[in-house]
Each structure stands twice: as structure tokens, then as C-alpha cells.
């Protein structure tokens, strides 16, 4: 029995289809549908059923999915352990944000594709939550705050966030001195979010309300940049334009709490080093770019964490 049979079975069943899992798997959809009926003739029984929206698994093949998932997670974990310490191969398919994504993680998978030239890198950019077993992906990079739910996370670096305006804004408008005073200035927000902040060591939320509204941090700094209003942004985001002058971080002595990024990976699964060598080099990317230091006006401090251990998180 062929494993690329099987593991290409566990692909179809996954995505949904032969399609889905042609372009999960970069081949075209003949060589998939090609080993899934080399498998089925093999075992005797008809796996997938068919169907004009995509393809459903039979009771024999619900049955034999089950196996084949133990199956693919060992020999994923026994590649590992005989490969070469330096080798990695096969496929790394990683869900990134949108808004840190091609800016700030986009150059550690270039140079993790420079290092490694036989693994295939393929990268979806989104700020949605995928479905990390659904869509077939090894991991994701998420920001924020993560709930728990059942994925495994590791934590890489922290996100610090700002309050930040223009000069000229602050010039003809001055800026809040405590949460409190949010709600007399415009906000520049994604929506209908919420924005916290710290005040004598406790979690303060206010409900900021504005005219001018983003789906893009990078829109935001943008227009904050020029003078629409305040905006609650994440430091690695408005870095560059502090340091040039374009925006003043404000209201420093309440600053909000801080996030963190992290690498989930769906339970269950075997650890690959694939995984585990970009949650390394991600690691490196916080420790050594000032873009994700603490921006504080008042101490000029710099605050850098390292990794996290394994938790169980969204």
C-alpha cells in the first residue's frame, strides 16, 4: 500500500474534495483522483462517494479515515527523527495575519524558504479565523488575546500596543489624560471594538466612538497620520511614523495591556519540526526588531519576551 496513497486519501477527506485537496497538496487534480482510486481498488471498498458539490466520505471510508490519520501522524513524526537535524522537507501550509503578515513575518518564512530549499512554504495572509483541521493547515499565527479552546499554542513574542495621534491633532485638539476622556476625541477604529487600557494595575475598558472606520491597521495609522483622529494601535504597526515624528504616542501613563503572538497547531498531532523551527525563527524575529518593543515615551524602556511554554488556546 503506497503512503503517499493514504496520505493523499487523509487530504480529499479533509478538504472536502479532490479539488480542495489539489490545491492544499500543489498537484493537479488527476494525479490526486489517481492515487485515491489506486487506494480504494487496492482496499476493496469505495472511500469517497462522488458528488456534484464536491465529495463525502462512505462508512468505509469514515472507518479507514480514522486509521490513516494515525497512520500519516507517524510517519510525519518518524521523516522527523531520521532526517538530518538540519533537513526539512515536504509541505508547511501556515495561516498569517493580514495586518502583521506581509509587513513584519513575511521576510522569516522568505529566509526559512532560503535555509530549507526542499520544504514548500504555502502561506494564506487573512485576518479571519480559519479552521486549522478543515482547511488543512499545519499552523497559524495568531495576535491578541486567545481564549482556550483545544488548539495548542506557543507563544513567540509579546504585541504591544499605543494610543497615538498627530501632532497637528494634538495641537489643536490636545489628547486624553485618562481613559475616560476617549469618548471627547474621534476614534479611527475597525469597527465597534472595544479598547483597553491599564490604570493602577487594573484592566480599564472604553467604547470609543468615530466617523472614519478600517478594516486595516495600516489605513488607520494612516489617517491618524493625517489628523483624523486618535487610534489604538499596535506598536509594530505605527513604529516607523513615531520614530519619524508623524505620530505622537499619547496617554503613555495609561498604556494597554499587553497581547502576544502566538503558533497554534491543531491537538492531537504529532509536533513537526517544521513547525517548531518557525515558532524558532518568529521567536528571533521579536527578540532582535525594535518594531516589536514597548513604546514608551516616559521611560524610553525596552521590553522584549521570549518564548512561552505549550498552552492550550485559541
Same mark, same amino acid.
Given at each position: 500500500?503506497?503512503?503517499?496513497?493514504? *496520505? !493523499? #486519501?487523509?487530504?480529499?477527506?479533509? &478538504?472536502?474534495?479532490?479539488?480542495?485537496? %489539489? /490545491? +492544499?497538496?500543489? @498537484?493537479?487534480?488527476?494525479?490526486?483522483?489517481?492515487?485515491?482510486?489506486?487506494?480504494?481498488?487496492?482496499?476493496?471498498?469505495?472511500?469517497?462517494?462522488?458528488?456534484?458539490?464536491?465529495?463525502?466520505?462512505?462508512?468505509?471510508?469514515?472507518?479507514?479515515?480514522?486509521?490513516?490519520?494515525?497512520?500519516?501522524?507517524?510517519?510525519?513524526?518518524?521523516?522527523?527523527?531520521?532526517?538530518?537535524?538540519?533537513?526539512?522537507?515536504?509541505?508547511?501550509?501556515?495561516?498569517?495575519? *493580514? !495586518? #502583521?503578515?506581509?509587513?513584519?513575518? &513575511?521576510?522569516?518564512?522568505?529566509?526559512? %524558504? /532560503? +535555509?530549507?530549499? @526542499?520544504?514548500?512554504?504555502?502561506?494564506?495572509?487573512?485576518?479571519?479565523?480559519?479552521?486549522?483541521?478543515?482547511?488543512?493547515?499545519?499552523?497559524?499565527?495568531?495576535?491578541?488575546?486567545?481564549?482556550?479552546?483545544?488548539?495548542?499554542?506557543?507563544?513567540?513574542?509579546?504585541?504591544?500596543?499605543?494610543?497615538?495621534?498627530?501632532?497637528?491633532?494634538?495641537?489643536?485638539?490636545?489628547?486624553?489624560?485618562?481613559?475616560?476622556?476617549?469618548?471627547?476625541?474621534?476614534?479611527?477604529?475597525?469597527?465597534?471594538?472595544?479598547?483597553?487600557?491599564?490604570?493602577?494595575?487594573?484592566?480599564?475598558?472604553?467604547?470609543?466612538?468615530?466617523?472614519?472606520?478600517?478594516?486595516?491597521?495600516?489605513?488607520?495609522?494612516?489617517?491618524?497620520?493625517?489628523?483624523?483622529?486618535?487610534?489604538?494601535?499596535?506598536?509594530?504597526?505605527?513604529?516607523?511614523?513615531?520614530?519619524?515624528?508623524?505620530?505622537?504616542?499619547?496617554?503613555?501613563?495609561?498604556?494597554?495591556?499587553?497581547?502576544?503572538?502566538?503558533?497554534?497547531?491543531?491537538?492531537?498531532?504529532?509536533?513537526?519540526?517544521?513547525?517548531?523551527?518557525?515558532?524558532?525563527?518568529?521567536?528571533?524575529?521579536?527578540?532582535?526588531?525594535?518594531?516589536?518593543?514597548?513604546?514608551?515615551?516616559?521611560?524610553?524602556?525596552?521590553?522584549?519576551?521570549?518564548?512561552?511554554?505549550?498552552?492550550?488556546?485559541?
Amino acid at each position: 500500500m503506497n503512503i503517499e496513497d493514504i *496520505l !493523499t #486519501f487523509i487530504e480529499v477527506a479533509e &478538504a472536502g474534495g479532490v479539488s480542495a485537496a %489539489a /490545491r +492544499r497538496l500543489g @498537484l493537479s487534480k488527476s494525479i490526486v483522483s489517481r492515487r485515491l482510486l489506486r487506494l480504494e481498488e487496492e482496499l476493496g471498498a469505495q472511500l469517497v462517494a462522488r458528488t456534484t458539490r464536491g465529495a463525502a466520505l462512505t462508512e468505509a471510508g469514515s472507518i479507514f479515515r480514522e486509521h490513516a490519520s494515525r497512520i500519516g501522524a507517524e510517519i510525519e513524526a518518524a521523516r522527523d527523527t531520521i532526517r538530518p537535524a538540519g533537513d526539512l522537507r515536504g509541505r508547511l501550509r501556515v495561516a498569517m495575519p *493580514l !495586518t #502583521f503578515g506581509p509587513t513584519h513575518f &513575511a521576510p522569516v518564512l522568505a529566509d526559512m %524558504a /532560503r +535555509r530549507y530549499p @526542499l520544504l514548500h512554504i504555502h502561506t494564506v495572509y487573512s485576518d479571519r479565523f480559519v479552521d486549522l483541521v478543515a482547511e488543512g493547515f499545519d499552523c497559524a499565527v495568531r495576535v491578541g488575546y486567545l481564549s482556550d479552546s483545544e488548539l495548542l499554542a506557543r507563544r513567540v513574542g509579546p504585541i504591544y500596543g499605543t494610543l497615538v495621534a498627530s501632532p497637528d491633532y494634538v495641537r489643536e485638539h490636545g489628547s486624553p489624560g485618562s481613559p475616560t476622556e476617549i469618548s471627547d476625541h474621534p476614534a479611527l477604529m475597525q469597527g465597534t471594538e472595544t479598547w483597553q487600557f491599564m490604570v493602577e494595575g487594573r484592566v480599564v475598558t472604553t467604547n470609543p466612538q468615530g466617523r472614519f472606520k478600517a478594516d486595516s491597521a495600516l489605513a488607520l495609522a494612516t489617517a491618524a497620520a493625517a489628523g483624523l483622529g486618535i487610534a489604538w494601535l499596535p506598536t509594530c504597526i505605527v513604529y516607523d511614523q513615531v520614530v519619524s515624528g508623524a505620530l505622537l504616542p499619547i496617554m503613555t501613563n495609561h498604556p494597554p495591556p499587553t497581547a502576544g503572538a502566538y503558533v497554534v497547531r491543531p491537538p492531537g498531532r504529532h509536533s513537526e519540526r517544521k513547525v517548531d523551527v518557525l515558532a524558532d525563527l518568529l521567536t528571533d524575529l521579536f527578540v532582535r526588531d525594535p518594531h516589536f518593543e514597548a513604546i514608551d515615551l516616559r521611560t524610553s524602556g525596552q521590553s522584549t519576551m521570549g518564548p512561552g511554554p505549550i498552552l492550550r488556546s485559541s
